[in-house]
């Protein structure tokens, strides 16, 4: 037993100090006594805090992204939260080491390595993945390549355009840049060009699509001097099918059930009182809920706010059309109670000549009731214009104005009266739907088109 133990032994010892020199090792040429410390070796006189080609001119480094998620996109701080996997490569000399292979090392060691200072401009918030480390990984080519990796999660500015909301098509960015090392020290530039960029394409939004993206090259120029920077541009279509279930479809249906009024009698004043109010405080509940999840403070005039403001024109309007209904409809009923005295008068006064000519305001409920008592009133006109036949030749011949004027009053009076009240009704049925289907072609079109 003691034999087999010190056989193991030996075995173990064997493969624990000449195990990384046998044929088959994947260090290539490298021999036992330069593999032992591959970090040490690497490391050894390395500043990081100098730059690869210090005095040599810039360092190239190649950026690339993962879109893994967008959270949020947010109308009211006018953002969106992103997960990105951001990756950069360039070439350091210091850390060439023979062989085709490459060496992964710990991402805690990126504080023995230098690492370039790359920022999100317009980021608000941002953190780094630390479950169960921090998400960082670093890889060191033969070549002197290296590969750095982060996980990160930013709340990204983004400048909205809520014009057209909900039929709005909004442009992100996304930026990096170098913090402290200017164009003559950085240089940035995307390795694949659009194809640098992963994840969009499959990406799954609640509210939105991403209809396009691409990549653009710039400088940033600040004070202490220009910056390099590379961008992500991408634009977002808005779905609007959740908000024409959600708001379109509701005002609609409101201003349908407004026009219910017109087919109800006019006598019934509490039915279409009751449906013209409801249906107001029903819109403006709906216009405040609209208003919710958009700034509160912004100078846009949104496409929603003109549709629910259209809607409730029109429910306003059907409400204001029943009130100019009745109205004319008592002014009626009081026109012909008025008639139907004056006719029992005149019956009752025994042709005695003691009722003067009556006139209606209405052309076509005129009651003209005439007597002895015309011969009076003749003498009474031919006190200004003599030897004239008839008290209304002998005032137009004179240019007197009292004629003239008694008829326009009359014609203006006219103008406001309505001779069947319930004509008003009648009209709106048709009116009121062709003016609504005529203005939602004319906002569609715009919006959707133009």
């Not at 990160?152 to 930026?175: E, F, G, H, S, W």
């Not at 009626?332 to 005149?346: A, C, M, S, V």
Request: glycine share 6%.
């Amino acid at each position: 037993m003691s034999a087999l133990l010190h056989t193991l032994l030996t075995l173990c010892l064997t493969f624990t100090q000449g195990g990384c020199t046998y044929s088959g090792n994947h260090w290539g040429e490298w021999s036992d006594s330069q593999l032992q410390p591959t970090i040490q070796k690497l490391m050894k006189g390395y500043n990081r805090y100098l730059r690869p080609n210090f005095n040599e001119g810039p360092v190239e480094i190649g950026m690339s992204l993962d879109i893994a998620s967008i959270d949020a996109i947010s109308e009211i701080n006018m953002d969106y939260t992103a997960t990105i996997f951001l990756r950069q490569r360039w070439r350091d000399s210091r850390l060439v080491f023979p062989g085709n292979e490459s060496v992964s090392v710990d991402g805690r060691l990126v504080s023995l390595l230098w690492i370039p200072d790359t920022f999100i401009p317009d980021s608000k918030r941002s953190f780094l993945h630390d479950v169960t480390v921090e998400n960082r990984l670093i890889r060191i080519f033969s070549n002197g390549t290296v590969l750095y990796a982060l996980r990160i999660t930013a709340t990204i500015a983004c400048n909205m355009d809520l014009t057209k909301y909900p039929m709005d098509r909004q442009v992100c960015t996304l930026q990096l840049e170098s913090w402290g090392y200017n164009l003559q020290d950085v240089v940035f530039y995307w390795t694949r060009g659009n194809d640098s960029v992963k994840g969009l394409d499959i990406l799954r939004l609640a509210q939105y699509s991403v209809e396009s993206y691409y990549t653009s090259v710039s400088e940033a120029v600040y004070e202490t001097g220009q910056y390099p920077k590379l961008v992500l541009h991408f634009a977002l279509r808005r779905n609007v099918l959740f908000f024409i279930l959600e708001t379109y479809v509701p005002s609609i249906l409101l201003v349908v059930l407004s026009w219910v009024s017109f087919w109800i009698s006019q006598s019934s004043v509490p039915a279409r009182t009751c449906i013209g109010v409801t249906t107001v405080l029903t819109m403006t509940t709906l216009m405040m809920g609209a208003r919710t999840s958009l700034p509160n403070a912004n100078c846009f005039i949104k496409a929603i706010d003109v549709y629910l403001g259209i809607c409730f024109t029109f429910i306003f309007g059907a409400l204001v059309e029943y009130a100019c209904a009745h109205f004319y409809t008592m002014q009626n009923q009081t026109i012909e109670e008025l008639h139907r005295e004056l006719l029992r008068d005149f019956n009752e006064s025994n042709g005695n000549g003691s009722i003067p000519i009556f006139r209606s305001t209405q052309p076509k409920h005129t009651v003209q009731m005439s007597s002895t008592a015309e011969e009076p009133l003749e003498q009474a006109a031919d006190c200004h214009t003599r030897n004239h036949a008839g008290a209304r030749e002998r005032l137009s011949d004179q240019g007197c104005g009292l004629s003239s004027v008694r008829s326009a009053s009359r014609r203006a009076a006219a103008a406001f009266t309505v001779e069947n009240p319930h004509n008003i009704d009648r009209h709106s049925r048709t009116a009121f739907p062709m003016a609504f289907v005529c203005v939602n072609i004319l906002y569609w079109l715009y919006y959707l088109f133009l």
